[in-house]
């Protein structure tokens, strides 16, 4: 997939329409998905001005969102939060991730756009770490996203650099593929208990190729709608310069398209959104994000 290619767009042409492709969707979600795991539609019965399309987390699952879609939801918005392929799964150890290649993860998130345009007069896509370097790469590739957030999005690892990235992800593509825990220290505390313990290093390599797309395709175009980068000023995971510096290409490539959130007062912590994790501040982050979709 090259950087000006991306799944064709097929928008739902009305509310029911997106509700049929939901349940196609959902459908797929069969008996080894757990219920945190299963894609999730927060739908008012009717067509609303803005539906948000909202992306989860490596090894995550739609589960992550729930607090927060329900209280976008609360506040009028369509929501949909579609499951991404080999997460959710009741087995925690499962090797569902093994195979998964990056246009199938791309495609699930346009078919999540596709459904929303069938949901509200406007669409807002946002995502976290992967879920965050797939909004804007989606964005890149069709004119109908209205505005893109991409939170801590995840286009290199902390300490490597454009170039280092792309070494890194070559590297993974040639080694074997294995499994690696997250926290080898640590306890586990930080993993929910939806989430997977451990991550395939191949599927590493094809997240870190969709940043690298983003990355390159910035120097020549911007997404047609708003894009705003939410980022942890103490991100422990990923090089915040990254993201900056794409942010600066998008300024260039259209003024004034792109806006630029760093909360300051976190701690050190990836996932700033899932309520389960004991050192995320949701009370701090989930305000700023409301803001954020609500000016669309």
Known sequence: MSNAEGPRPNPARDYDEALRRFAALSGRDGPEISSPGRSRLYAHGRRTSQAVV????????PQQWNLFASQQAEAGDSIVVPRLPGHGHFNR????????????????????????????????????SIGGTMAPRVALSRDDIDHTVAIVPFFAVHGFNVKGTRILSRALETLPN?????????????????????????????????????EAASHERAPAGRTTFLLNAHEPACNNDVPLAIRECFERNRAHSTDLVILEGLPANHDIIDPTNPNARVEVVYPDLHAILSST
């Open 54 to 61: 909202l992306i989860h987390g490596f090894t995550n699952c």
């Open 178 to 214: 294995v499994f690696m825990r997250w926290d080898p220290r640590g306890d586990g505390s930080q993993i929910p208990s939806y989430g997977y313990p451990k991550f395939a290093t191949r599927m590493l390599a094809e997240s870190l190729r969709i940043g690298l797309e983003v």
């Open 93 to 128: 150890a499962t090797h569902a991730l093994a195979k998964i290649k990056a246009p199938a993860l791309l495609a699930t998130v346009s078919e999540a756009v596709d459904i929303a345009r069938g949901l509200g007069d406007r669409v807002a896509l946002a995502g976290i």
